[in-house]
């Protein structure tokens, strides 16, 4: 069995947790890989491989990410290309796709005995004059900072489902309920679940809801503003494109599906109540430690 590492060592404590998941890897007879740009910070390890993302992927059984829900975000797409398991090992805040802490580190033993479960993520494929991007949490579509109005115009299948003024919109898969569209209103959904959430943002209307739609839904949204402006296209949490007056964004289910191994078991719900239902832990006066 061989596993390729990723880490995101901007996080604190992520070289020592990196570290500590490859020597356990390792004596449970895993092969290790690391992409090539970690070789001056890991070479001194004899059992590491290094190489390019795709080779490693392609060559590994399992991928490992080390950091936060945005460190997995980072390699969600070529995992579920490669069709390759991802667990997450969080030094984030929150973590809600990682399935291990540090304490939880003498699980990686499980991994080749394959005493895990696999949770399929459901992805989101959407269409602009950019080209084409997949999505493992959400897509949204906002108004810049040069737009004091947008209206945007979503339709479902050739139906007009909503005509709003707002600040944006957001089309999440349910892996992405608990991230923007839950800071935006919308409701936390099971992340094996089926489906795309359709949320706004700061709608300027009485009566905006969140909406739950099927997963073969194909979407459409047209974004109307004054033509010396423009709105934003953020995929993920990186901002993919610009968009100008009555342009198109189509947006269906992915071909790819992201395979999110769970180790501990029930980890969604353990999140959940532990780090949305809990007072933030190291809050001091106005500042997060």
Not at 46 to 58: A, L, N, V
Not at 186 to 193: A, L, V
């Amino acid at each position: 069995m061989k596993a390729f590492v990723f880490s995101n060592l901007d996080k604190v404590n992520s070289y020592e947790y990196t570290l500590e998941t490859c020597a356990i890897l390792h004596d449970c007879g895993i092969g290790v890989m690391m992409h090539e740009k970690y070789r001056k910070q890991f070479r001194h390890i004899g059992y590491i491989g290094f190489g390019h993302q795709k080779d490693c992927i392609d060559s590994c059984d399992v991928v490992i990410v080390i950091g936060g829900d945005g460190t997995i975000l980072k390699c969600a797409e070529a995992a579920a290309a490669g069709g390759k398991p991802i667990l997450g090992i969080n030094c984030g805040r929150l973590g809600f796709m990682a399935s291990l802490e540090h304490e939880d580190l003498h699980m990686l033993e499980k991994l080749p005995l394959r005493e895990y479960q696999i949770s399929p993520r459901m992805m989101l494929s959407v269409t602009t004059e950019e080209g084409q991007f997949s999505a493992l949490n959400d897509v949204v579509i906002s108004k810049s900072d040069d737009c004091k109005i947008a209206d945007f115009k979503v339709s479902k299948g050739g139906r007009t489902i909503s005509y709003l003024r707002a600040d944006g919109v957001i089309f999440s898969t349910a892996t992405g309920s608990t991230a923007y569209s839950m800071s935006a209103g919308g409701p936390i959904i099971e992340p094996d679940m089926q489906c795309i959430e359709f949320t706004q943002m700061c709608a300027h209307s009485l009566f905006a809801r969140s909406m739950v739609l099927l997963p073969s839904s194909e979407i459409e949204v047209v974004l109307h503003c004054k033509k010396d402006t423009h709105g934003l296209i953020t995929v993920d949490g990186n901002t993919v494109g610009r968009i100008t007056d009555k342009a198109k964004i189509t947006i269906t289910r992915s071909e790819l599906t992201l395979d999110i191994i769970d180790i501990k078991g029930g980890s969604f719900f353990s999140s959940i109540n532990e780090k949305l239902m809990q007072p933030l832990k190291g809050i001091t006066g106005d500042s997060i430690i």
